[in-house]
């Protein structure tokens, strides 16, 4: 019986893969199948990211539509941070759940299999990811739980949880202990993931290839290579796959901005919950939603942002909400949800090399993040580039698979090695893993976008439309 293991690195780029900086994911992607054109989902946020793994649908499907949203109904007040779990329930409204689609526990369940998960990342994340764990019995720790059965149970396997540090280094190898010396051997789950915050978390606050940085990456892989050395010692090693992804890339951030503040500037009443003297609340992301009172303020927002150098396009859950051709269906990326911004702005980046030699850098809203640190969020090429790696088991070994995919498309794939049916899901599985003659290379296609920008997309030969980057045209 196959039994998978899934490994997330949180924020690696795949152009950053190589046998010196990552010598483990290099070695197990030489050996399986290595997907050539992975995607992210948009916004290329984690917290919309996780849903989408986990429920292989895009937001629009299951309506986590960015890691900090507006809900009047829910904090009329406030903006809502879905890394803290009292915002993710508030958000379910009672529910058991605010996603609106059945996570890989709630599949597995039924077919009597078992999923475990593992996250050294936030504590929302961590619940999107499993959010059935109580009433599945399914196992979920995260590396911020301090009260409960779970965390009790680990506490006592392997001692008190490291605390949070840049580079989050003791987390993420206290994270792959819990997952290599307890979860696997106690509780075999027939599926586990295993989510490791770096080398997200160095992106963000040292760069790209900060020397801490490339401390963190090399210490994530150490977990991967921990992971395969477990599995070669076990006596069904053949039938035990591992899959590793990344939930998004990163980009160099330069030309930081408040965008609410922009606004106030422009003689907008912005800001970041609604009040009577509030017309426009803002998300701050590389992608900022914006939400407004009124909608006949939309076309007045587009003109300020059509005159900025630093904007992109503007992206609305309602097109209609301004004059034919001023907007881009946020349904085009499948991110158009009840929940989601009347209207998200986006930014212009640029494809030359970074200050580390990447290609690519970008403004950005993100009060948290310095100038020059790693950002995401984004439609950039360098953000929505992801790695996936599927090897071991019954996926092909030692193949680059061209087909397109993205995150929705994993877990079907999960489900359809383990037997199990994918109805109900907008990925589909991912059979260049299992069979060269499945493998097909992606129709490319650009769409001329608002204001001189490009979107560069991929289609499948089922159709499906994979976006791949926003650029300026030219």
């Not at 090693?237 to 901005?257: F, Q």
């Not at 948290?368 to 996926?395: I, K, S």
Request: with cysteine; proline share 8%; net charge negative.
């Amino acid at each position: 019986m196959t039994r998978v293991i899934m490994v997330a690195l949180d924020g690696l780029r795949p152009d950053m893969v190589d046998a010196t900086a990552t010598p483990n994911l290099f070695a197990l992607a030489a050996n399986g199948t290595r997907f050539a054109n992975a995607r992210s989902v948009f916004p290329s946020e984690t917290r919309v990211a996780t849903p989408s793994l986990i429920t292989g649908c895009r937001p629009g499907g299951h309506g986590m539509v960015a890691n900090t949203v507006f809900d009047a109904s829910v904090a009329p007040d406030r903006l809502l941070r879905t890394k803290l779990v009292e915002d993710v329930l508030a958000m379910a409204a009672g529910a058991e759940s605010p996603l609106q689609r059945p996570s890989l526990a709630e599949r597995l369940a039924p077919a009597g299999l078992r999923f475990a998960l593992v996250s050294a990342g936030t504590a929302g994340a961590a619940r999107l990811l499993n959010p059935a764990a109580e009433r599945l019995g399914s196992f979920r720790w995260n590396v911020e739980d301090a009260e409960g059965t779970t965390a009790a149970e680990v506490r006592e396997a392997l001692g008190a949880t490291p605390e949070h540090a840049v580079p989050n280094i003791p987390r993420v190898e206290f994270a792959g202990r819990v997952l290599i010396e307890h979860v696997l051997p106690k509780h075999r789950p027939d599926v586990a993931l295993l989510w490791l915050s770096e080398p997200d978390v160095s992106f963000h606050w040292g760069g790209l290839r900060a020397e801490h940085t490339q401390r963190a990456l090399a210490a994530a892989d150490a977990v991967l290579g921990r992971i395969r050395a477990w599995r070669e010692a076990q006596p069904d090693a053949a039938e035990i796959a591992i899959v590793v992804l990344s939930d998004h890339g990163h980009v160099t951030g330069r030309g930081k901005r408040c965008l609410r503040t922009e606004l106030k500037r422009a003689g907008f009443r912005a800001d970041t919950g609604m009040a009577p003297e509030v017309d426009v609340v803002v998300a701050p992301a590389a992608a900022p939603g914006i939400w407004l009172r009124d909608a006949t303020l939309a076309p007045q927002i587009a003109d300020f942002l059509a005159a900025q150098d630093w904007a992109g396009p503007l992206l609305a859950r309602d097109p209609s909400i301004l004059p034919e051709g001023r907007a881009v269906p946020l349904a085009l990326f499948g991110s158009a949800h009840a929940r989601s911004a009347d209207l998200v702005a986006t930014f212009a980046g640029s494809e030359a090399a970074d200050e580390w030699g990447l290609p690519g850098f970008a403004p950005f809203d993100a009060p948290d993040v310095p100038e020059g640190g790693g950002m995401h969020g984004g439609l950039h090429r360098a953000e929505l580039a992801t790695v996936l790696v599927m090897e071991g088991g019954p996926f092909r070994h030692g193949a680059v698979a061209e087909e397109p995919a993205d995150l929705t498309d994993i877990v079907p794939t999960v489900l359809h090695v383990l037997g199990l049916p994918v109805e109900g899901m907008e990925g589909r599985p991912l059979r260049a893993a299992l069979d060269a003659a499945a493998d097909a290379p992606p129709v490319r296609e650009t769409l001329d976008l608002p204001g001189g920008f490009v979107l560069e997309a991929m289609r499948a030969p089922s159709g499906r439309f994979y976006p791949t980057a926003l650029r300026r045209a030219g």
